[in-house]
């Protein structure tokens, strides 16, 4: 009877380390972070890949390479930041750059292309990135800073139109420690 519960919980640890195992080696991507203490997650549901990112500095990278033939259908970033001062999306041709700022009130979301911060991208552009502030409890948010929330953007399809082998993500939080 003593060896059941070491027994049984040494079955659930191995269970548990497979599937963690069988997870990973699932996921289309490896993604290296900067900081030893930035926090990445990947979900894969089907087409739809998120990549989670806590980056208790504000500043900092990461660089996600593709491990099969192509991209997933839809690539969606979720940056747990207070503020966005500046995001980069580089893939070797092309930086897609973001920032997001709060004045008089309203919140004002800006894309661009190629540091060209003057010719701001709009929703018809295939590079726009389609993002949002997603407050603490899991709705739209209207303010800054953040709380316990999170900036979600789909990186668009024109990003990969050439298929890069990786891609790199810089970003800046407003309101870095």
Not at 72 to 82: A, I, N
Not at 111 to 130: A, I
Request: charge should be neutral; include cysteine; charged fraction near 25%.
């Amino acid at each position: 009877m003593q060896f059941q519960l070491p027994l049984r919980m040494c079955l659930i640890l191995l269970l548990m380390a497979a599937e963690i195992g069988a997870f990973e080696s699932s996921a289309p991507l490896t993604i290296k972070a900067k900081r030893e203490t930035d926090q990445v997650e990947v979900q894969v549901q089907e087409s739809r890949v998120v990549i989670s990112i806590v980056s208790p500095s504000g500043i900092s990278q990461a660089s996600i390479k593709r491990t099969g033939d192509k991209w997933p259908e839809s690539l969606w970033l979720r940056l747990h930041l207070t503020g966005l001062e500046r995001l980069q999306v580089l893939n070797g041709k092309l930086k897609l750059s973001a920032a997001v700022s709060q004045v008089q009130g309203k919140i004002q979301i800006r894309n661009w292309c190629d540091d060209k911060e003057e010719q701001t991208l709009n929703d018809c552009s295939p590079l726009w990135l389609n993002m949002r502030m997603i407050g603490s409890e899991g709705k739209p948010a209207a303010n800054l800073p953040l709380k316990n929330g999170y900036f979600e953007l789909l990186l668009p399809k024109g990003f990969f139109a050439e298929n890069p082998e990786s891609i790199q993500i810089d970003w800046i939080d407003f309101y870095r420690s």
